[in-house]
C-alpha cells in the first residue's frame, strides 16, 4: 500500500473540532462552552445581499484575488481604521482565516525555517507549521504577564532562524488584549529583525473597558511591509460557516497567496463575498450590540466563577473566551474516578455534567481549560453552575 505524504502521515484532525464532534454524538443535552462561535446571526442586510448574490450570479468563476466588490469594502474598512496606506493591490479573500494563514505560510516559510509564537494559543498555529514544514519557537506566556509576550522574552526568544512571528490580540484562547505600549516594545524589538510579522486580528472588535483595541499597525505603522494583517467576517458578523477571510500586506504577499488560491481553491464563491461585503459596507450596529452583550455577560460570568474552588483566571480584556486554570483540581476525584490532567477535567465534566469546555494543554497550556462565554445569558449561566457544582464535588 502506498503511503501518504510524511507531513500527513502523522498530521493531526483539529483537536478543537474534535471536541465539537464529541459535542454533536452525546446523547444527552449538552451546555456547549467549548466552541469558539460568536452566538449571534448575520443582519438581515448581509442575508439579502447573499440572496441577490445567488439569484444575479452567472456560474463563472470569479477573481483568485478576491471580488472587486469585496475588496473595495474591505478596503474601506481598512481606511475607517486609519490605515489609508493600503490599496486593493495589497489586498487577498480566502475560505476564512484559517485558510489565509496557511496559504501565507506556504508562501514564505524556507527549510530550516521557524515560527514564533506565544503559548497559550491558537492550536491551529501549532498544526499549520507541521504542514508546510517550520519549526516552532514557543515562547511560554502566564498569568504573571496577562498571558501577553513582553518585549524582553520576545528578545530572547529571536534567532536567525525565526522567519514569522504571530501576534494575536486579543487572545484566542485567553482574551488578553495588548496595549499601545507593549505592542510599542515589541515594535522596537522587532525593527532590529528581519522578520514577518503575522497579526492575527479576528477578534479586534470584541475589546471591553477600552474604545477600540490597539495593534502593532497602528502604533508602529514603520513596519507595515513586514506586517501581515488576517482578518475574517466569521467572529465580528456572526459568519463562522460563510468562510471568508481577509488578507492585508506588502503587494508581494498578496501576489503570493493569489497565485496560491488560483492553484488551490480558484476563487472565493461569489454568494459569501457579495455576503461580506455587505456586512463591511452596511450598518455595523448589530455588530456592536454583540459587543455589549458579551460584554455584559463576561461579567456576569466572573461574577458567578470568583471564589469557585480548585480554580484561578485572569479577567480577559477581549474576545469572548475565558481561560481557566485548574491545576488545582489535578490529582483529586470524582466518584473515584481521578482528574490526572485537564483532558480528563474537560471529559468527566462533559460526561457527568453536560458541560464542553477546551482543555488548555491543545493551546499549548496544560492544566487549564478554555470556555467560550458567547451563548446565550441563560446557557453562560448554567454553565457556569454546573461548572461549580462538579468543582465542589470533587476532592
Known sequence: MPTLSPDLEFARFCPILGVVQKVRNMQQPVIDLGVGVPGFLPAPHIVNAAIEAASEHSGGYGSSQGDAALLSAYLGYLHRQGYDFYTTHNL????????????VLRA???????????????????DIADLVGAGVVDVVCTAQTGFKMTAQALEQALSDNVRVVMLNSPGNPT????????????????????????????????????????????????????????????????????????LAANERIATAVTTLNSNSISNLPPIPAAAAAAAFNGDQGFSYAARD???????ALLAELQGAP????CAPAGAFYLF?????????????????DDERFCSLLLDEYGVALIPGSFFGA?????????????????????IKEFLTAIA
Not at 94 to 102: D, N, T
Not at 108 to 126: A, K, M, N
Not at 310 to 313: G, I, V
Not at 366 to 386: D, F, I, N
Request: aromatic residues 8%; glycine residues 8%; hydrophobic residues 40%.
Open 92 to 103: 487577498v479573500a480566502g475560505l476564512g482565516a484559517k485558510h489565509l494563514l496557511f496559504s
Open 108 to 126: 514564505i516559510i524556507r527549510p530550516g525555517d521557524e515560527i514564533l509564537v506565544s503559548t497559550p494559543c491558537w492550536p491551529t498555529y501549532f
Open 175 to 246: 482574551g488578553a488584549v495588548y496595549s499601545a505600549q507593549e505592542l510599542m516594545a515589541l515594535a522596537q524589538v522587532l525593527r532590529e529583525r528581519d522578520v514577518w510579522i503575522i497579526s492575527d486580528d479576528v477578534y479586534q472588535r470584541f475589546v471591553y473597558d477600552m474604545p477600540n483595541c490597539p495593534s502593532l499597525l497602528s502604533v508602529a505603522p514603520d513596519l507595515r511591509d513586514r506586517i501581515i494583517k488576517i482578518d475574517s467576517v466569521s467572529k465580528i458578523y456572526g459568519m463562522p460557516g460563510w468562510r471568508v477571510g481577509l
Open 293 to 299: 452583550r458579551l460584554a455584559r455577560q463576561r461579567q
Open 310 to 313: 480548585h480554580l484561578s483566571f
Open 324 to 340: 481557566m486554570d485548574v491545576r488545582q483540581a489535578l490529582g483529586k476525584s470524582l466518584r473515584g474516578s481521578v482528574i490526572s
Open 366 to 386: 496544560p492544566g487549564h481549560a478554555r470556555l467560550s462565554y458567547s451563548g446565550t445569558a441563560e446557557q453562560v449561566l448554567a454553565g457556569a453552575q454546573r
